[in-house]
């Protein structure tokens, strides 16, 4: 299949692209950018008039469900969403049912994936067998399976001499070990931020500190052990600033933070609306705008939806007994722009924050269109207006805070490895 994309503006920002052009695909590649390539013939003609057309996202963290959990959702919903939010790959945490901790399992998971032939989904396995911080799993052997990182997604290692052991590990063969922080004494049996507005409705508190003294801890060993650490889901000020001196030492870390993050704070929570029950909680107000400067200057990494579906029996309870999570697959790209259009960041560098960085963070060759590259392409328009409803959304997960919200941006196409998987 020969597929041209025309009249749309070009955005690559590895190679620093950005100018109107025509995008031309063959064999699944990118044969061309501008001039057609000699006796190239279309098979079929895509027109991007008034969109941009940009390398296809990579998300690092989207929860798909599977395997244990398809009552909340199922691959073959959750890749719906993905291509619908112009994300052509992803990676899942291992809080899976079983976890992702057996090359089995992670196969199995590739295997149906793939057989799906739309997003590329990449694992992250588990570091700890069960994810009972305990002991160490196979990791040479998952990194064979095609893990591409170790993570204990929301589950704290309480015992920091296992931690130590997989630092050190990891640091021996070249993996990278993926840290939510979080002391899950200090965290315990909370489930908002500990600030004015959990304590005007009596919900029990996270502090920022559950944060940051964990924090502290991975900074430390991560200089003793010379380990390669990413960062997940940082909510509060001080870490930011404790990542900002890290990455001044020369400590390989690396972090991301969540699209609710970016843009919502405490105070949203208004009258206990389950859907903006989320881990980390929302922080405050001098927390988020930390997060958005930091993002801007490059010390945070990289944006993820944190995709997280809660079926509806999950979220309709009171808020402290609520699961949290929230949808987030089909919002990634609009709340990116949204971000940028707010702090007057330039669309390429916004972009990059989707789509190259993290494909650096997975060690992946993707998130760029560079001639020759696997054709994995974003086409949207940036002025299209919508209003997230529940109807709106293919993931099988409707829990988000943005119901109701109205974004500006909507994917027209996606395209993985060559092929239309999603034309809206």
């Given at each position: ?14 190679h ?23 006796g ?30 398809e ?36 196969e ?42 170790f993570s ?38 909370g ?62 870390v ?8 970016l ?22 107000l001098r ?20 995709h997280?579906?809660?079926?509806e ?22 709340l ?42 974003c ?25 109701g ?20």
């Amino acid at each position: 299949m020969k597929i041209q994309i025309k009249n749309g503006r070009v955005i690559d920002p590895k190679h620093g692209l950005d100018t109107h052009a025509d995008v031309y695909i063959a064999a699944g590649k990118i044969a061309a950018i501008g001039d057609a390539p000699k006796g190239f013939q279309a098979n079929r003609v895509i027109d991007a008039s008034g969109c941009i057309v940009c390398p296809g996202l990579v998300d690092l963290a989207a929860r798909l469900r599977e395997p244990g959990f398809e009552y909340k959702a199922t691959l073959e919903s959750e890749m719906d969403a993905a291509c619908a939010g112009g994300i052509t790959s992803l990676a899942c945490p291992p809080d899976t049912d079983p976890p992702l901790d057996e090359p089995g399992l992670v196969e199995m998971l590739k295997f149906r994936a793939q057989n799906l032939n739309q997003a590329h989904v990449y694992p992250i396995g588990a570091l700890t067998q069960k994810l009972e911080g305990a002991r160490l799993t196979e990791m040479a052997e998952l990194r064979d399976a095609g893990c591409v990182g170790f993570s204990q997604a929301d589950a704290a290692i309480t015992d920091t001499q296992v931690l130590v052991r997989a630092l050190e590990y990891a640091a021996t063969f070249g993996f990278t070990v993926w840290l939510r922080p979080q002391d899950a004494y200090l965290a315990k049996g909370g489930v908002a931020h500990d600030g004015f507005v959990a304590t005007r409705l009596g919900l029990p508190a996270i502090p920022a500190s559950a944060e940051t003294v964990a924090l502290a801890t991975i900074l430390l060993l991560v200089k003793e052990t010379g380990a390669s650490v990413h960062l997940c889901r940082l909510s509060a000020a001080e870490s930011l600033a404790m990542v900002r001196r890290a990455k001044s030492d020369g400590l390989k870390v690396s972090c991301d933070v969540g699209i609710n993050h970016l843009h919502l704070t405490e105070m949203d929570i208004g009258y206990f609306d389950p859907n903006y029950h989320l881990i980390p909680p929302l922080r405050g107000l001098r927390d988020r705008d930390a997060i958005r400067a930091a993002l801007a200057d490059g010390t945070v990494d990289a944006l993820c939806s944190d995709h997280t579906p809660v079926d509806e029996d999950g979220k309709q309870m009171p808020f402290g007994e609520s699961e949290p999570g929230a949808t987030g697959l089909e919002l990634l790209l609009p709340l990116t722009l949204k971000w940028a259009r707010e702090h007057h960041v330039a669309l390429p560098d916004a972009l990059a924050r989707i789509t190259l960085h993290p494909a650096q963070i997975l060690g992946l060759n993707a998130g760029h269109l560079g001639v020759g590259q696997a054709a994995d392409v974003c086409v949207f328009n940036p002025e299209t207006q919508w209003i997230v409803a529940a109807s709106a959304l293919k993931s099988q997960g409707k829990n988000t805070p943005f119901l109701g919200y109205e974004m500006q941006g909507k994917v027209r196409a996606t395209l993985v490895d060559g092929h239309v998987v999603f034309e809206g």
